[in-house]
């Protein structure tokens, strides 16, 4: 399996999204720099405590990503529905379903991955450079509150790395490279729409882990159906 994940990532080279990845963690850096900014012109304050700053940066880190890993499947799997390069792909002599787990592996492993390593930097960044400059007054965070908050952080983006497996199913039906962005987006929209100090749906955990066992489920179910698949025809 892991021989199948190196091959895949190797041919479909993910520059591309490492560079997205980037300017994605710049932009929430700037935003939140911002922020303070307003804050100080202003005279009013952004984050009334340290949980609203982790809530609220969890929130862009998350739903940047799971938009991203929509990307990731239209490039991986749909594309090669779509543009019929898959018949290639499951003429080689090893079965379809150790193929599209290898793929899905790969896209939850790769969403989860820069999504953590996203969240330490942006976190530590912020949090560090405040330390010393003062971004914003009510913003002090011990060192066992930041290691506290960023477990809790983590274990939100395994949910939400599972969250991002949903697109597949609306990119499958027609092997459409928009319904899985624009489903991804819908998601991110709906369930970060309730911003707020008491009540934001993607903060409360049953909300993504219930949508990360969806995500699983169609994936499983994706890699059981794979071999009735007709792949000259969307199902």
Known sequence: MYRLMKLELKKHKIGWYVKGTLIANASILAMLYFFT????????I???TSDE?????????????????????????????KHGTSLILFSYPISRKKLVTAKLILIFSITFLTMTLSTLF???????????IGFSANLHVTQEQLSQELLLLIGFNVA?????????YFGMRQFSTPA?????????????????????????????LA????????????????????LNKPV
Do not use: H
């Open 211 to 230: 949508l990360a066992v969806i995500g699983l489920i169609i994936a499983w179910v994706s890699i059981k159906t794979i071999n009735r698949l007709e």
């Open 46 to 48: 952004i984050f009334q």
């Open 122 to 132: 942006i976190v530590a960044s912020f949090t560090g450079l405040n330390a010393f």
């Open 160 to 168: 939400a790395a599972g969250t991002s497996l949903v697109p597949l």
């Open 53 to 81: 700053f982790f809530m609220f940066t969890g929130v862009l880190i998350r739903g940047t990503f799971i938009i991203f890993g929509a990307v990731l499947i239209s490039k991986i799997v749909i594309d090669e529905f």
């Open 180 to 208: 899985t962005i624009l489903s991804a987006v819908l998601i991110v929209i709906v369930t970060s729409s309730s911003l707020g100090p008491q009540f934001s749906l993607i903060n409360i955990f049953y909300i993504p």
């Open 37 to 44: 900014v307003i804050e100080k012109l202003e005279n009013d």
